[in-house]
């Protein structure tokens, strides 16, 4: 077997930074820290924290570099590596009947297939992981290095129903690797994709009260609703979750909040927004959403931007000067609460008009219901005749955020051709909210709309 290579070739140099005063250059490789080889970004983050470190860098000549650095606790270095994990990135082996990825039509770009399960996007980007693809030695690490939290999918707490629901003869099994990390102190999030029949009713009773048991190291644990798209044939029969359904996940999941916070002080277990959307109930207020810990998960959204809509607008005045009319195009599951907050806003500039245009996922179909699964084909056949007024605004989970890119390899550019209006992609913030809708960020295709994000 070929021993693996150890050398990480650094991509990019901080200005300023102490990468940049000793020397280290884009094209430099790292070979050790302390004298130990680093393996992956774990090993990197957690030994270059030291305020003495001996670093050694090779050159592209091949001439090694040791070099002594002094600095203050936790300091970065100033330098980033062609390969963000310092490893090979480890993708998911499991056949969930959930997956999202399994459901997408063919000829999307490449990087839309990859099924990732690591642990070390866990800690660096907040993905979630079955633990299935974690072995004994990433659990020693993690503790040893204290990294946290870990966000783990554990869908059900019943082995034998989770090894059915990943398709893997082991994922009962790795649920073991929760006790080692719970023991340890090491911070967690959970999430579980509800699907009808499968994982919920009683099965979702018992895994909510076993997953108490690990709480508060277990900080949250979110709900969410299974996505099905139309491109499920030959994938398990899985059907969508109607107004009733809703109902009765929200009553089983705020009874069990009521017992956590008395216990814990904690809620501990979060229904996704489009619960309650189904449902057709108030969202929960601030408090019960422990900071939005979910937040990314389509947890606490809407309310989050509903309760900044409104701290904004108590910060201002009445003003009938400014004058225009604005579009926002969403998916139908967020609609009704944008058109509320348009009215909000219009109560304070009543000159200021927003139409709020629902768009019906025809791409995914139409049980896909968030914005963050919208296409530009999708945008343009069912915008293209509406009243646009001067400016549409979308939001920010529609586009891949540094490439201004959509779903289905569409730019924004090419959208504000078809439809000849400017577009604006709008941050998740009450104030860029009330800002894109008069128009006061000076910006368009930058200035996200709150919305219910997609549940992989």
């Known amino acids: 077997m070929k021993k693996k290579d150890h050398r990480h070739k650094v991509s990019t140099v901080e200005p300023g930074s102490i990468a940049e005063e000793l020397g280290i250059e884009p094209g430099d490789f790292l070979l050790a820290v302390n004298d130990q080889e680093i393996e992956d970004i774990f090993d990197y983050h957690y030994l270059i924290n030291e305020e003495y470190l001996t670093v050694l860098i090779e050159k592209p000549d091949g001439e090694q570099w040791e070099l002594e650095i002094e600095k203050e606790f936790e300091d970065d270095l100033g330098m980033e590596f062609e390969n963000g994990l310092m490893d090979d990135y480890r993708s998911c082996h499991n056949k969930c009947i959930f997956c999202f990825i399994d459901q997408m039509p063919p000829g999307m770009r490449e990087t839309l297939y990859?099924?990732?399960?690591?642990?070390?996007?866990?800690?660096l980007q907040g993905n979630y992981v079955t633990l299935t693809n974690m072995s004994?030695?990433?659990i020693d690490r993690i503790i040893r290095y204290h990294l946290g939290p870990i966000n783990v999918s554990f869908q059900a707490m019943n082995p034998k129903l989770r090894c059915q629901m990943l398709h893997n003869r082991f994922a009962g099994e790795a649920l073991k690797k929760v006790d080692r990390l719970y023991e340890n102190g090491i911070e967690m999030n959970g999430q579980i994709v509800l699907c009808k029949g499968v994982n919920d009713g009683e099965e979702l009773r018992y895994s909510i009260e076993a997953l108490g048991k690990y709480m508060p190291v277990l900080q949250s644990v979110s709900v969410v609703p299974v996505g099905l798209t139309k491109f499920r044939e030959g994938l398990y029969p899985l059907e969508p979750f109607n107004k009733e359904?809703?109902?009765e996940v929200l009553d089983m999941i705020e009874h069990y909040q009521k017992i956590f916070y008395e216990k814990y002080g904690i809620h501990g277990i979060h229904a996704g927004d489009e619960w309650y959307l189904l449902a057709e109930r108030e969202l929960p207020e601030a408090e019960r959403y422990d900071g939005y810990i979910q937040y990314e998960n389509g947890v606490g959204m809407l309310r989050s931007l509903i309760d900044e809509v409104?701290?904004?607008?108590?910060?201002?005045?009445?003003?009938?000067?400014?004058?225009h009319a604005i579009s926002i195009a969403t998916g139908y599951s967020a609609a009704p609460v944008l058109r509320q907050l348009a009215d909000r806003v219009q109560e304070k500039y009543p000159n200021v008009y927003t139409e709020v245009y629902p768009i019906v996922n025809h791409f995914f179909g139409e049980r896909i219901t968030v914005a963050g699964l919208?296409?530009?084909?999708d945008l343009k056949e069912q915008l293209l005749e509406k009243n646009l007024g001067e400016r549409l605004l979308l939001p920010s989970t529609i586009v891949k955020s540094d490439e201004d890119l959509f779903l289905d390899d569409y730019r924004v550019g090419d959208l504000e051709t078809a439809l000849q209006t400017p577009v604006n992609i709008v941050k998740s913030s009450g104030r860029a909210f009330v800002e894109a809708l008069l128009m006061e960020d000076g910006e368009v295709r930058h200035s996200q709309i709150g919305e219910v994000n997609k549940y992989e």
């Open 114 to 123: 990859f099924k990732d399960d690591d642990s070390r996007l866990s800690f």
């Open 136 to 138: 004994e030695h990433d």
């Open 245 to 247: 359904d809703a109902g």
């Open 310 to 323: 409104e701290e904004e607008l108590a910060l201002r005045e009445k003003d009938e000067s400014i004058s």
């Open 374 to 377: 919208l296409t530009f084909q």
